[in-house]
């Protein structure tokens, strides 16, 4: 059964062009419709099992094993308060990367209920609300309207702060060791 079922083009231009439209990936959690940049998308995967970090916030579902890397996954449902993604057939993990001042780039999995598409948006970004969606009026970088209502396009480095991207590095790092001492023989 083949895992990814997007691999984003690394490639491609730079977020930083800010002529024309920019592209934003949307997806579903708790039925809700959010979407992110699509810059800091790397790939979408399906579910599977994870391996669970003792001491980790609740909504740190675990680490999954990425070609050999250690990835945290993030329950976004979880982390807006919704309680915990139930997986089901259409479940996925958005492979991100986001930078962290001190840390550097850091790569993690946002575990959503479905993705929807890649859309453009030209220049209907409309500023958050300050109230009304639920949600930290700071996790929200814009509101895209639709014919059904409204997307809410998420600023990714607000939803995970700096001290929550230093407990998720620190969970990776934890995981990888624990791993390859997995590998090594018990010392006599």
Do not use: W
Request: charged residues 25%.
């Amino acid at each position: 059964m083949k895992q990814d079922l997007l691999i984003v083009d690394e490639n491609s231009e730079s977020a930083g062009d800010t002529s024309g439209p920019r592209q934003f990936l949307s997806f579903r959690t708790q039925g809700e419709r959010y979407a992110l940049a699509i810059d800091s998308v790397k790939e979408i995967t399906e579910f599977r099992s994870m391996t669970p970090v003792p001491m980790m916030p609740a909504f740190v579902r675990g680490v999954i094993n990425l070609r050999g890397h250690v990835v945290p996954v993030i329950d976004l449902a979880c982390r807006f308060g919704l309680g915990f993604t139930e997986p089901g057939k259409r479940t996925c993990v958005i492979i991100m990367d986001v930078e962290s001042s001190e840390q550097g780039k850091l790569r993690f999995g946002l575990m959503v209920d479905s993705v929807d598409s890649v859309f453009d948006v030209e220049d209907n970004l409309e500023p958050p609300p300050r109230f009304g969606t639920g949600l930290r009026a700071d996790f929200i970088a814009g509101m895209v309207r639709e014919e059904s209502g409204f997307i809410i396009i998420l600023d990714i480095n607000r939803v995970l702060s700096v001290d929550d991207m230093k407990r998720i590095a620190s969970a990776a790092s934890i995981a990888s060791t624990e791993q390859s001492g997995d590998d090594a023989e018990p010392e006599r």
